[in-house]
């Protein structure tokens, strides 16, 4: 198995360019969950999706973010305009199940820079 | 809503001292609770959890952790680290009902001189 795959590794961008990030769960799993890593915030969950439905997109921090999961293996993270505040790493993960006490699967993040 | 703390921004040791990582969290009801880690990098992946029955939980790489309900915590232990430890470790959440959230503590680095 894989793993959950995201790319790309790194994306460097200017500020107000439109950034897409990209995720493919593990094979199987029906749960999948974009991720936003900062030193001052830690990890914060920005949306959920179950069976490829979004579950909760509270965490999502503006309109200027929007995700998509447009098929089973398959999930997209935009944000535009981006903004030097957006930089981050970002990390999706997939779980078998969307239960409480369910193990994450976490892929190996998007580095991004907005200069 | 559930918050996580973890005590220590970063902890240094040299091998084989004991390890003791400080997780509390803020929560009323029935959770679930996990530690992470993500080694140099690598991406982050379960050490161990605990959601029911004995509060002692032992996970891999001689990690263990005991959830103590009545201090809100979940600390994680190991009675003697090696280098390969060095990493970051993330406390973590969920509570037992209502919407799925999996609420991270802000995460402790563990340097390990050999």
């Known amino acids: 198995d894989a793993g959950v795959i995201q790319s790309p590794r790194h994306e460097v961008t200017e500020m107000g360019q439109e950034v897409t990030l990209r995720c493919k769960p593990i094979?199987?799993?029906?749960?999948l969950f974009w991720y936003r890593q900062t030193m001052m915030r830690g990890l914060e969950l920005l949306i959920y999706f179950n069976n490829n439905v979004p579950i909760d997109d509270s965490g999502m921090p503006e309109d200027r973010f929007s995700a998509k999961m447009p098929n089973a293996s398959f999930s997209t993270l935009k944000i535009q305009p981006s903004e030097p505040r957006d930089s981050a790493v970002y990390f999706c993960?997939?779980?078998?199940?969307?239960?409480?006490?369910?193990?994450?699967?976490f892929g190996s993040g998007t580095q991004l820079s907005v200069l | 809503a559930q918050s996580v703390s973890q005590h220590n921004h970063h902890v240094i040791l040299s091998e084989a001292a004991s390890l003791e990582l400080g997780c509390n969290y803020s929560y009323g009801g029935t959770v679930n609770l996990f530690w992470y880690v993500q080694y140099p990098g690598q991406h982050l992946q379960l050490l161990l959890k605990?959601?029911?029955?004995?509060?002692l939980v032992k996970g891999i790489k001689g990690f263990e952790a005991e959830f103590i309900k009545s201090k809100f915590s979940f600390n994680l232990r190991k009675p003697s680290v090696q280098w390969s430890d060095t990493a970051e470790y993330f406390c973590a959440v969920s509570s037992g009902a209502g919407s799925y959230q999996l609420t991270f503590g802000k995460g402790t680095k563990l340097s390990v001189i050999p």
């Open positions: 605990y959601f029911s029955g004995d509060p």
């Open positions: 094979s199987g799993h029906n749960s």
């Open positions: 993960a997939s779980s078998l199940h969307l239960r409480t006490n369910e193990k994450l699967f």
